[in-house]
């Protein structure tokens, strides 16, 4: 067996998007995490930062899951430099706050420790497949479809790096393997 490249990736975005949920679904996946992983459902809000790591696709993956509360977000910064690769998740049925993380979005894109460095954009609780009744959900807003996220966060404006928005929903894994494919083909 060959030795897995070890690889520092930074998971970022707004408080409550699901990025330590998508961490411990990865987890779980894998199977291959040193300590126990608990249910996506059970995850308290990150303080701080935690770091993660687990195998995946050749990788070994050293994940630095950073708190997205405000008072926290000046901790992301800390990190660009020995990053990889940037997960950026949004939560799809955030719509107030969408422009909030596109601020954060714009600041990483133009931090010089971050240049050329591949982007994965998780459109995270993505919608409900279509076939389910619009009225089964009257207590959660409409989510976002990807392209609307696409659209708010102008990734289309993106030319500095190489980048993929997949959806996803952490609590089914849904997404979560195609996404991890298409960022361990710039790390392997
Ligand atoms: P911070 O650590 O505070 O920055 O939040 P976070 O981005 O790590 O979010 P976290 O994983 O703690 O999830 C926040 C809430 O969203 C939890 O109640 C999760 O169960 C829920 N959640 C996460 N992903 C999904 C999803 O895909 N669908 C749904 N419906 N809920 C989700
Ligand atoms: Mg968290």
């Known amino acids: 067996?060959?030795?897995?490249?070890?690889?520092?990736?930074?998971?970022?975005?707004?408080?409550?998007?699901?990025?330590?949920?998508?961490?411990?679904?990865?987890?779980?996946?894998?199977?291959?995490?040193?300590?126990?992983?608990?249910?996506?459902?059970?995850?308290?809000?990150?303080?701080?930062?935690?770091?993660?790591?687990?195998?995946?696709?050749?990788?070994?993956?050293?994940?630095?899951?950073?708190?997205?509360?405000?008072?926290?977000?000046?901790?992301?910064?800390?990190?660009?430099?020995?990053?990889?690769?940037?997960?950026?998740?949004?939560?799809?049925?955030?719509?107030?706050?969408?422009?909030?993380?596109k601020d954060e979005l714009d600041a990483m894109l133009s931090s010089r420790d971050l240049r050329g460095k591949p982007f994965l954009f998780f459109a995270n609780k993505a919608r409900p497949p279509s076939h389910w009744s619009p009225y089964d959900r009257m207590d959660v807003p409409a989510a976002l479809s990807p392209v609307d996220i696409a659209q708010g966060l102008s990734l289309d404006e993106i030319d500095q790096h190489p980048w993929q928005i997949v959806p996803s929903n952490a609590l089914t894994g849904t997404g979560l393997q195609e996404g991890a494919d298409w960022l361990t083909n710039f790390l392997a």
Request: charged fraction near 25%.
């Open 1 to 101: 067996k060959t030795k897995a490249r070890d690889v520092n990736v930074l998971i970022v975005g707004l408080d409550n998007s699901g990025k330590t949920s998508i961490i411990e679904k990865m987890k779980l996946q894998t199977g291959g995490s040193r300590r126990r992983a608990q249910g996506a459902n059970e995850v308290t809000p990150t303080v701080g930062f935690n770091v993660d790591t687990f195998s995946k696709g050749g990788v070994a993956f050293t994940v630095f899951d950073m708190s997205g509360a405000g008072r926290y977000r000046n901790l992301w910064e800390q990190h660009y430099r020995e990053a990889k690769a940037v997960m950026f998740v949004v939560d799809s049925a955030d719509k107030l706050r969408l422009c909030v993380a």
